[in-house]
C-alpha cells in the first residue's frame, strides 16, 4: 500500500499492548468462508466506526481487489471473504458498500463487510430536476467530446457530453440540433456537464446536386455527395417551371414509401455544384476501346470506352462516356487523342475528358478519306458533294471535329464514308474536318470555241428546298437538285445540268433568263456541268419569262392548275400569282405563265390571260366516232399519277358487234372536252372527233360529248354554294353544286331542273351535273297536315266559334304590313270582300254556315272571276244563294 493517497493519511494510534498476532492477518487457502470470515474479522480493528460507504470495485485479484471510494480520493484493500455474497457475482465497475476498518497488522485502513448495491445509489453526480432546452454546437468526433449551449438569464453556457451522455445511443446529434439534457454537477469539483441528452428537433440537413431529367411534374436530381440520382416532385420546388436541366440546386431527404426523395428544393447560382476535378495539363493516348455507336445511350456502362496513356513508366487505362469528346464525333479504335484527366470527388473515380482527335490519327489508321464541298445545310444535317462520287453525302452536325467552328455551304471538307449503324443499306460522312478554300476540285475546264463561255437560256432552275427532317432510309439525296440550261453548239441544241452553287447567290438566275456559264466536265461520271452560271439579261416581270402557255384545268377556292401546251401535265399555280381578277377566269382558257421549283415541284408565276387563238388549235377530223372513257383527266381523279386521259375507240364490225381484242387509245385533255365543266369517268360512253395537236404532232380525243341520261327534278334545299334535288340515289338527296348550273341561272328551292347524275368513282357519291333550269317554283301550297287540322277544328261543334267581321289592315289601308303596289284587279277583290261581308252580315244564319262561308270567300271571289264593281250586287247574291 505505497500508493500516494495514504501519505497524508493517520490512522489512529493502536494500543501498544495488542500482541502483534491480531495485527498480521492469517488467511489460508483451504479454510472455509466461517473460517475465513473469523480470521479476517481478527485483522479488523475492532475500533471500527460502523458507519457505511459507498465506492466502486476497481480491480479484482486472485483473493482480493479494491475499491475506489466515492466519498473521498483514495482506494480501500478488501479481501473477498469481507464480501457477502458469491464473488463470481461482483465484477469491476460494480457499485459497493462497505464499512472502514484498520488493519491490525499495518494499521492501515480497509473495507470490511462489503455488499454489492444498484449503479443508481452510487452517484458522485447531482443532476437537475427539470430538462434544460438547448443546442448542439460541436459533434462529437473521433472520441472526442461534444459541447451543447443554453442560455440562463441572458449568458450562454456551454456544457461537454459524451455519447454515454446521449438519452438513446442511435442517435446521430449534428450541429444546430436542438436538444434538452439534464446538468449534472459533480460533488467533488463541482464541474458541470450534459446528462441525457435527447433529441428534440433535428436541423434538416441540405444536400447539393444538379438536375439531370425534367418530366411534366417530376424530376431527378445527380447528388454531389454520392453517386446516384434522387427523385423530386414538382411540388417540392418553387421554381420548378423556370427549372433547366443543368440547374444546380439545394435540396432536403426525406423517406416516403420504403424510398428517399427530394424535398424542399431550391435553386443555387450557376457553377456552385461540383462534382469532379479536371486536371489543367493535357495528356496524349490512344483509344483502345470505343463506345459501341449502336447501343447509343440505352447501354448500361455510362463510361463504356477506354483511353490508354504512359504515365509513370507503366501504362494507365481511364474509361470515358459519350459525353467526353468535345463534340459528339465518332471514335475508332487505335486514334490517337488529346484529352484531360478528371477526378470525382465523391467516388475519387477518373476519367478521361474533353477528348479531341489528332490529325496524326488519320495517317495511322488507314482510313480512305475523301473530300468535297458542303452543298445543303438543314438545322442538324446536310450533304456533301463529293469530289469523287457520283450522289451527295448525308451527314450530322455532331460528327464535325470542331464543333465550335460551325460549316456553311460552299466550305470544303475532309471526311470518311461508312455504313450508318442505325440505317442498313445507307451511307453517311463521319469525322468531318474542315479545309482551307480552293483545296477540293470537283471538275475540269472544258473550253468552248476558245473562250471557255457559252450563252443560253435557263429551262429549269435547280430546287433549293429540301425536307427539315433527316431523309428516310436508302434515300441519301433529295431529288431534283439540278437545274437545266439549253443552249446550242456547233448548231445544235444541247442542255446542260447546273446547280444551285455554280450561281451568284446575289442574282440567282431565273427561268427563261439569258446566262453566260462555263462547261465543265465532272471528275466522277465525265458529265458536262455548268459552272459560274451569270445572268446576262432578264427583261422579264419579275425575273420571270411567260416562256409557257397553257389552258386553265381545274379551279379550287384559292388556286388552280394549267394544263400545258402539250396536254400531257399540269402545273400548280396560286391566284396571288394571277395578272387580273382571278374570277373572271374560265376553264380552257389560255394563259401564259412562267415556271419556278418550290419544294421538287413545279409551280407557274406571273400567269396572264392570253388572246383567244394564241395556241394554234388542234386540225380536227369530221368523223364522230364513239368511245369509253378508259382514264379520266388527274384533276377529276387526282389519285392517278398520267395526268391526261384516255379514250378507248369502240371498234364495231358490219353487224354493229363491238369487237374484243386491244382497244385503240386516243389521249385527252381539258380542251378536249366539249363541255369543259362535264366531269368524265371511268367508263362514260361518249362521243368524240379525232384532232391532230400543233404542239406535238399526235393524234388526241376532241370535242368529247358524254352520252349520258338526263332527269328532272325539283330544287329541295339550298345551302350557300350547294344545294341538294329531290332526285333520290342510293335513298339520299341529290348533291349539286351550284358551279354546275348551266347559263349563270341562280336556283331556288321548288324550282325544276333538268340535270345528269354523275358518279365519282374516287369519292364513290353521286351528284349532280349540267343543272338547267327549265321552271320556276310554284306558289307554295298549304301542307296537308295543317289543313286536316284545320278540318277537325271546323268540325267540332263544342265550344265558341270566332266569327272574322273585319279583316286586318296595315298602316295603308292593305291587308297586311308589307307595303305594295294594288293594281286595278287587287282593288275590285277588295270591294268584291267587304260587298260580301256586308251580305253576310245581313243573314240569320246559323255560326255554322257563316263560319263555312268565310273560310271559301277566297275561293269563292276567284272562281266567280270578278273584274270590278259594277259585278258586286250579282256576287252578293250569289253569295247569299250560297248560305240559304
Known amino acids: 500500500m505505497s500508493s500516494p493517497q495514504w501519505k497524508n493519511f493517520q490512522p489512529p494510534s493502536q494500543p501498544s499492548t495488542t500482541p502483534s498476532y491480531q495485527r498480521s492477518p492469517s488467511f489460508s487457502k483451504t479454510a472455509n468462508n466461517q473460517d475465513n470470515s473469523n480470521m479476517s474479522s481478527s485483522t479488523c480493528s475492532s475500533s471500527s466506526s460502523g458507519l457505511r460507504e459507498a465506492g466502486i470495485v476497481e480491480k479484482l485479484l ?8 466515492s466519498e473521498r480520493q483514495a482506494r480501500l484493500f478488501f479481501h473477498f471473504s469481507q464480501f457477502s455474497g458469491k464473488i463470481e457475482h461482483l465484477k469491476i465497475g460494480d457499485s459497493v458498500e462497505y464499512e472502514m476498518t484498520y488493519d491490525r497488522r499495518t494499521g492501515k485502513p480497509i473495507a470490511s463487510s462489503v455488499t454489492k448495491i444498484s449503479s443508481e445509489a452510487l452517484s458522485h453526480e447531482v443532476l437537475s430536476d427539470y430538462r434544460v432546452s438547448g443546442f448542439v454546437t460541436t459533434e462529437i468526433s473521433d472520441g472526442s467530446e461534444g459541447r451543447v449551449a443554453y442560455e440562463n438569464r441572458g449568458e450562454c453556457f456551454f456544457l461537454p457530453y459524451t455519447k454515454d451522455d446521449l438519452e438513446y445511443s442511435n442517435q446521430h446529434l449534428k450541429a444546430k440540433d436542438k436538444v434538452a439534457f439534464h446538468i449534472a454537477t459533480d460533488k467533488k469539483s463541482g464541474n458541470l456537464r450534459a446528462r441525457k441528452v435527447r433529441l428534440e428537433k433535428a436541423q434538416p440537413v441540405r444536400y447539393q446536386g444538379v438536375v439531370c431529367a425534367l418530366k411534366e411534374t417530376f424530376g431527378f436530381i445527380e447528388r454531389a455527395d454520392v453517386v446516384k440520382e434522387i427523385f423530386f416532385h414538382s411540388s417540392e420546388c418553387k421554381e420548378f417551371r423556370n427549372l433547366d436541366l443543368g440547374a444546380d440546386v439545394e435540396f432536403s431527404i426525406q ?9 424542399n428544393v431550391t435553386c443555387l447560382p450557376s457553377g456552385t455544384v461540383v462534382f469532379e ?22 447501354q448500361n456502362d455510362p463510361l463504356s470506352g477506354k483511353i490508354q496513356y504512359h504515365f509513370g513508366g507503366s501504362d494507365v487505362d481511364l474509361p470515358f462516356g459519350d459525353k467526353d469528346p468535345l463534340g459528339d464525333f465518332t471514335l475508332q479504335r487505335g486514334d490517337w487523342v488529346r484529352f484531360k484527366v478528371a477526378t470525382d470527388r465523391r467516388d475519387n473515380l477518373q476519367r478521361a475528358t474533353n477528348i479531341e482527335i489528332l490529325d496524326e490519327s488519320f495517317l495511322v489508321s488507314g482510313e480512305q478519306r475523301e473530300q468535297g464541298i458542303i452543298s445543303n445545310l438543314k438545322e442538324s444535317f446536310g450533304f456533301i458533294k463529293c469530289a469523287n462520287r457520283d450522289s451527295c453525302v448525308y451527314f450530322r452536325f455532331s460528327e464535325l471535329l470542331n464543333p465550335d467552328n460551325p460549316v456553311q455551304v460552299q466550305d470544303e471538307v475532309e471526311f470518311t464514308v461508312t455504313k450508318d449503324p442505325v440505317s442498313s443499306g445507307r451511307s453517311h460522312a463521319i469525322r468531318i474536318k474542315q479545309l482551307p478554300s480552293g483545296t477540293v476540285c470537283l471538275n475540269s475546264l472544258e473550253g468552248n470555241s476558245g473562250t471557255g463561255q457559252s450563252i443560253g437560256i435557263v429551262e429549269k432552275t435547280p430546287s433549293n428546298q429540301w425536307s427539315s427532317k433527316s431523309p428516310s432510309k436508302g434515300d441519301s439525296v433529295p431529288s431534283c437538285t439540278n437545274g437545266i440550261i439549253s443552249f446550242y453548239k456547233n448548231g445544235e441544241k444541247e442542255i446542260i445540268h447546273y446547280q444551285l452553287k455554280d450561281c451568284d447567290s446575289q442574282n440567282q438566275p431565273r427561268s427563261g433568263d439569258k446566262v453566260e456559264f462555263t462547261i465543265n466536265t465532272s471528275k466522277v461520271n465525265n458529265q458536262k456541268i455548268a459552272n459560274d452560271v451569270k445572268v446576262v439579261s432578264r427583261q422579264v416581270k419579275n425575273g420571270f419569262r411567260y416562256a409557257h402557255r397553257g389552258f386553265i384545268a381545274a379551279l379550287k377556292d384559292s388556286f388552280g392548275f394549267i394544263e400545258t401546251e402539250d396536254h400531257k401535265s399540269e402545273v400548280f399555280f396560286h391566284f396571288s400569282v394571277f395578272d387580273g381578277n382571278p374570277s373572271h377566269l374560265e376553264l380552257g382558257q389560255e394563259v401564259g405563265y412562267g415556271v419556278t421549283h418550290k419544294g421538287g415541284k413545279q409551280s407557274a408565276e406571273c400567269v396572264r390571260k392570253l388572246a383567244p387563238g394564241s395556241i394554234p388549235a388542234e386540225e380536227i377530223y369530221p368523223e364522230i366516232l364513239n368511245g369509253t372513257v378508259y382514264r379520266t383527266l388527274r384533276c377529276f381523279n387526282p389519285e392517278q399519277e398520267e395526268y391526261s386521259g384516255l379514250i378507248a375507240l369502240n371498234n364495231a364490225d358490219e353487224d354493229g358487234d363491238i369487237n374484243v381484242g386491244q382497244p385503240t387509245l386516243y389521249p385527252f385533255g381539258i380542251t378536249s372536252l366539249y363541255d369543259k365543266h362535264d366531269m368524265l369517268q371511268k367508263g362514260d360512253v361518249v362521243q368524240f372527233q379525232i384532232g391532230i395537236a400543233k404542239a406535238t404532232e399526235q393524234e388526241q380525243a376532241m370535242n368529247i360529248k358524254a352520252v349520258r341520261t338526263r332527269h328532272q327534278s325539283i330544287v329541295e334545299a339550298i345551302r350557300g354554294s350547294f344545294g341538294f334535288l329531290a332526285h333520290e340515289v342510293d335513298g339520299k338527296k341529290l348533291f349539286f353544286h351550284m358551279s354546275e348550273v348551266r347559263d349563270g341561272m341562280t336556283l331556288q328551292t321548288g324550282d325544276k331542273v333538268d340535270f345528269v347524275v354523275v358518279h365519282n368513282q374516287r369519292t364513290g357519291r353521286s351528284s349532280a351535273c349540267n343543272v338547267v333550269k327549265t321552271c320556276d317554283s310554284l306558289p307554295s301550297q ?33 291587308t297586311g304590313f308589307k307595303t305594295f303596289h294594288q293594281t286595278a284587279q287587287d282593288q275590285s277583290t277588295v270591294a268584291t270582300s267587304k260587298s260580301l261581308e256586308l251580305s253576310i252580315s245581313k243573314i240569320n244564319s246559323p255560326p255554322k254556315i257563316i263560319n263555312t262561308v268565310v273560310e271559301i270567300m277566297p275561293n269563292v271571289i276567284n272562281g266567280l272571276n270578278c273584274n270590278g264593281t259594277t259585278e258586286l250586287g250579282d256576287i252578293g247574291m250569289t253569295a247569299v244563294n250560297i248560305l240559304t
Open 62 to 69: 486472485h483473493s482480493y481487489g479494491f475499491i475506489q471510494c
Open 255 to 263: 423517406t416516403r414509401n420504403n424510398k428517399e426523395v427530394a424535398v
Open 277 to 298: 476535378d479536371i486536371d489543367s495539363e493535357e495528356t496524349i493516348g490512344r483509344v483502345i476501346d470505343p463506345i459501341d455507336r449502336c447501343q447509343g445511350r440505352q
Open 782 to 814: 298549304r301542307p296537308e297536315r295543317l289543313i286536316s287540322r284545320l278540318r277537325i277544328i271546323s268540325d267540332e261543334g263544342i265550344g265558341p266559334r270566332v266569327i272574322v267581321v273585319r279583316q286586318p289592315k296595315g298602316p295603308d289601308g292593305t
